[in-house]
DNA sequence: AGCGTATATGAGAATGATTATCATTGTCAA
DNA sequence: TTGACAATGATAATCATTCTCATATACGCT
């Protein structure tokens, strides 16, 4: 029997490093093979996000890209300059984030934490 | 002479507790007489946007929500489900934000710190 | 196996927010 | 006033996402 359409998905975005559009999700499952149909790759997609194994994020365009829950959660901070990136998960700030929101009565809360600016290096070489 | 189309579209995101979707900015700017066009009210969001007077903002169905941008530094605790926003600055995470830069030898920092969850109006109806 | 019913699937149509097009109008300096 | 050019609004086009529906599959029962 073919491989199920859930387990498919999950494959796909689990195996990508970074956040999928549901368009890549489907291009995907069908080079690797499976018949599945774009509005499938939605469904299963929804539903992994309702049961919480996939998280939903929205890019600068507004276009839905998922990623498996379960990577480590962390941040970025990128230089300006030189697009030099480093992920960091700081526990200080992950509970000032959780305090805050219990604080203003917030459930299901999520945060964005970006930082920028121009590294060491950049900063001094001109 | 009427009023200039981007001082309607301020006027109606500034005039708003939290973020705006396009529809409901062209709704009330025509409501309050402006004889403003859907699109014109896009491009105008669009270039407030890039000039850093508004803020965008993509709400659990991916659809863009507006919000005006005020002086004094502050990020943001929106709703996800109704668009409420709490502005606030709190010196905890500032503090953890300039002590984490200097940390990493980042010079001219900037943070994007936003919380985003169910507020406690909309988790307790249904 | 054979039958009945419920659920899952995929192709394609429909939806709806956003963007592009384009004819028209406003602006302003020469 | 004229002409060049930017701004506007109605409308069409785009495109990610959702809906529809005919078909396929799974499962319980005999
Ligand atoms: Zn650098
Ligand atoms: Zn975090
Ligand atoms: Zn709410
Ligand atoms: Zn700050």
Redesign the interface.
Known sequence: MARKNEEVVLLVVGGSTGFVSAQEVYSHARESGSPIGLATVYRVLKSLVDAGKVELT?DDQ???RYCARGETHHHH?T??QCGRT?E?D?P??ER??GA??ER?????????????????TC?SSH
């Open positions: 929205f507004g276009q839905a901070a230089c300006r480093i960091f700081d200080d700030v000032w984030a805050y929101a203003i009565g917030f459930v299901e809360v999520r945060h964005v934490i970006e930082i920028s600016g121009v590294c060491h900063a």
